[in-house]
C-alpha cells in the first residue's frame, strides 16, 4: 500500500467570546482537517489546530510521505524528522525543528492509524492494544466568557438557539454565571467532574467560584482549577492553601517545572501539568524535581496515538496520575481521544474536552452524542468516522470569508479593552 495524496483543508468554525489568560477566543476557531488516501481506495483522518505556519509545515509534510507505506509509521516518522531538522520555528515563535515534526507527525499518525484498521478491519483502539474500559469520562470544561454566541454573531446572540446553544450564549464572569453555566452544561451531557479556566480575573474571585460550585454541586463532583500559570509561586501557594479540602487537582497555577515543584511542597491538592511538561525530553527532570502529580496528556502534542500509550506507561513507572488536555476541536479529535482513553491503562480521571462549546461538525452523522458524562468506542474499522464532505466545504468557506488566519487571543482581547497585554497579564 502506498499514500498517494495528503488532502489539507484548513476550515473554521463558530467559538463563543471565552475568555482565558492569553486573552479572548476569536469568534472562529481554527483546525486543519487530514486526509490521507492511498492506492488501494482506503483513506484515513486526522485533525490538528490550524494556523498560517501549521499549514506550510503539512504542506511539507505532505510532499514527504507521498509514495510512503502508511504501515511504515516508524519510516514516516523519521522521514518527517529529517525534513524538520533545519526548520526553526515554522509552527509559530518558540518552537523547535523537533516539536514541529512531533506536531506534524501528531496529526498525520491518526490518520494512518485510521488507514491500518481500516485494511486490518480492526478499530484503532484494537491496534493500541484493546479496550481496558468501554467507555470514557470527560469533564465540564467552564470558562469565564462574555455574551455572544461567536461565530458571524460575534458577541449578538442567536434567535434561534435552545437548550444548551442558547445557555452557551450567556455572559459568565461572576461565581453566579459559571454556577449557572456548570448546571447548564452537566444537565445538557451529564458531566460528573468540572473544571473551571482561570487566569482571567483575580484570584480571590475565581477562588470564590470554586467555592461557588462546591457549595451548588457538593463533594460528588471532583473540582479543578487551571490559571494558565499566570500566578506567582506565592499567589499560588496562598489560594492552593484556601483550596486545599476541595480541589481534585491544581492544573498549571504557575510556571516552569522548579515553580511547580516548590508549590506542590507546600500545598496538600495532586499538581497537574500540560504547560510545565509537554515533551518526552522533559520527563526526566520532572521525575527529578517531582514537578506534578498529573499529567495532561494530548496526541496532538506528544507525537499521536502510539506515543501517548508510551507517556501512559512512563506514567506508570514513575506513580503520575494521567488524565487529557483539549483545546477547541471537532469530531475527528474527539473520537481519537476515546479510541486513546479506551485503551490507556493508566487512565485516571475525566479527560478534558472543549466539544460542548462548538456546534458545527465535519463527520458525517453530526455532532457526537455524551451519555452520561462519556464516550465509547465503536467496532467498526479504524476511527469508525467517515468525513462529511458538504460540511468540510461549508467550514472551509468559514476559514476562507471569516478573516482569520492565526488565532491571537491578545489582538481579540485588545478588540475590547485597547489597553490589554498579555505580558501584563500576571497575579
Not at 97 to 104: D, L, T
Not at 169 to 194: R, T, W
Not at 302 to 330: E, K, P, V, Y
Amino acid at each position: 500500500m502506498k499514500i498517494t495524496d495528503m488532502v489539507i483543508t484548513p476550515i473554521a468554525f463558530a467559538d463563543p467570546p471565552l475568555l482565558n489568560a492569553a486573552g479572548l477566543h476569536a469568534p472562529f476557531a481554527l483546525r486543519i482537517i487530514l486526509e490521507i488516501k492511498t492506492d488501494e481506495g482506503i483513506s484515513g483522518v486526522g485533525e490538528i489546530a490550524g494556523g498560517s505556519s501549521v499549514l506550510d509545515s503539512l504542506q511539507k509534510a505532505k510532499n514527504t510521505i507521498i509514495g510512503m507505506n502508511p504501515f511504515e509509521r516508524n519510516a514516516i516518522r523519521r522521514a518527517i524528522d529529517t525534513e524538520f531538522s533545519n526548520i526553526i520555528d515554522s509552527m509559530t515563535v518558540g518552537y523547535s525543528h523537533k516539536a514541529v515534526s512531533v506536531r506534524m507527525f501528531s496529526a498525520i499518525d491518526v490518520a494512518l492509524y485510521d488507514i491500518i484498521g481500516k485494511a486490518l478491519g480492526k478499530p484503532v483502539v484494537d491496534l493500541l492494544g484493546g479496550r481496558v474500559r468501554e467507555r470514557v469520562d470527560f469533564s465540564a470544561y467552564l470558562f469565564y466568557k462574555y455574551e455572544g454566541a461567536g461565530g458571524t454573531y460575534g458577541f449578538g446572540r442567536n434567535p434561534n438557539a435552545t437548550g444548551w446553544h442558547k445557555e452557551k450564549e450567556e455572559a459568565a464572569l461572576d461565581p453566579d454565571g459559571i454556577v449557572s453555566q456548570a448546571e447548564a452544561m452537566c444537565n445538557e451531557f451529564g458531566f460528573k467532574s468540572i473544571k473551571l479556566k482561570a487566569g482571567v480575573f483575580e484570584p480571590q474571585l475565581e477562588t470564590d467560584t470554586i467555592f461557588a460550585l462546591r457549595t451548588k454541586f457538593g463533594e460528588s463532583y471532583p473540582l479543578r482549577i487551571d490559571p494558565n500559570a499566570v500566578w506567582s509561586l506565592e499567589t499560588s501557594i496562598r489560594y492552593g492553601r484556601m483550596m486545599e479540602d476541595v480541589l481534585e487537582y491544581y492544573e498549571d497555577p504557575c510556571k516552569t517545572q522548579e515553580l511547580m515543584s516548590e508549590l506542590r511542597k507546600q500545598v496538600s491538592i495532586p499538581m497537574a501539568t500540560n504547560m510545565c511538561t509537554t515533551s518526552f525530553d522533559e520527563l526526566p527532570k520532572a521525575v527529578s524535581l517531582g514537578s506534578e502529580d498529573i499529567i495532561l496528556a494530548d496526541h496532538h502534542i506528544w507525537g499521536g496515538l502510539d506515543a501517548t500509550m508510551q507517556l501512559g506507561r512512563i506514567c506508570s513507572t514513575f506513580g503520575r496520575g494521567l488524565s487529557m488536555h483539549s483545546n477547541s476541536h471537532l469530531g475527528i479529535s474527539l473520537t481519537a481521544m476515546t479510541h486513546l482513553g479506551c485503551a490507556l491503562p493508566g487512565l485516571s480521571y475525566a479527560m478534558d474536552t472543549h466539544y460542548p462549546w462548538q456546534s458545527e461538525e465535519v463527520i458525517k452523522g453530526g455532532r457526537i452524542q455524551f451519555e452520561d458524562g462519556s464516550l465509547g468506542v465503536s467496532n467498526e474499522p479504524g476511527l469508525g468516522i467517515e468525513l462529511d464532505y458538504t460540511q468540510l466545504e461549508k467550514l472551509h468557506q468559514n476559514y476562507l470569508n471569516c478573516g482569520i488566519i492565526d488565532r491571537n487571543d491578545e489582538i481579540e482581547m485588545q478588540k475590547v479593552n485597547p489597553e490589554w497585554q498579555f505580558s501584563k497579564h500576571y497575579w
